[in-house]
């Protein structure tokens, strides 16, 4: 499992999280919407305290994640393959042009 915490203008907004199974879950933080309940981060995903579920990583996501020869560098240099969304959103998308930016949450090794 996968994730990254999503910030909104410096305020965290919520988790992003791939699943085990493939699936894509996107959470507001709960105090984010007690604080934020009209600032969303895109107008597809309006604040709530109910998660977003896909099998697809949200299109909003997908428009963070560089293409075409920015696509190129990002995937060869940190050798992700272009397919794996996921990685690249948490690998290319900590610094983005604009309000959001999404930074990874290292993964529990059970220690």
């Known amino acids: 499992m996968r994730k990254g915490k999503v910030y909104y203008n410096a305020n965290l907004a919520g988790i992003i999280t791939e699943t085990n ?3 894509y879950v996107y959470q507001y933080d709960k105090d984010f919407v007690k604080a934020h309940p009209k600032e969303f981060i ?5 604040v709530t305290d109910k998660p977003y579920v896909d099998k697809r990583l949200f299109s909003f ?21 272009r397919n794996d969304r996921m990685g690249l959103l948490l690998a290319c998308c900590q610094n983005c042009i604009g309000a959001v930016s999404v930074i990874p949450i290292p993964e529990d090794n059970g220690e």
């Open 21 to 23: 199974e493939g699936e």
């Open 42 to 46: 895109t107008f597809t995903m309006p």
């Open 61 to 81: 996501f997908e428009g963070l994640i560089p293409e075409g020869w920015l696509l190129d560098i990002a995937s060869k240099n940190w050798k992700i393959n």
